[in-house]
């Protein structure tokens, strides 16, 4: 059974960065898809960036230009690296990994972007 532990999370000020980590307890080579999710209060929760095996990438809309996501195989882990942050990124990101027969998420991480 892999576990995917978040970090990186915390306070930021608008404008600010911060890079998300998710570490995998087992090999990431069987997530043909790694991807980020959030929540804010009382918003469903949605996709911000997906990677593939093949390193091709989707992000949402609104997060387009300012985030990156980034998978490293050989750590077992995957980033988010959060640019230009502002008030509306404020939410728990979760990391999610898909097989062809499960997905396993994270417990999540809480970004805050704050004055």
């Known amino acids: 059974q892999v576990q995917l532990v978040e970090s990186g999370g915390g306070l930021v000020q608008p404008g600010g960065s911060l890079t998300l980590s998710c570490s995998a307890s087992g090999s990431i080579f069987s997530f043909w898809q790694m991807a980020w999710y959030r929540q804010a209060p009382g918003n469903e929760r949605e996709l911000v960036a997906a990677i593939f095996q093949d390193g091709d990438t989707v992000y949402a809309t609104s997060v387009k230009g300012r985030f990156t996501i980034s998978r490293n195989n050989a750590k077992n882990t995957v980033y988010l690296q959060m640019n230009s942050l502002k008030p509306e990124d404020t939410a728990v990101y979760y990391c999610?990994?898909?097989?062809?027969?499960?997905?396993?998420w994270g417990q999540g991480t809480q970004v805050t972007v704050s004055l």
């Open positions: 999610k990994g898909k097989t062809t027969n499960q997905d396993y």
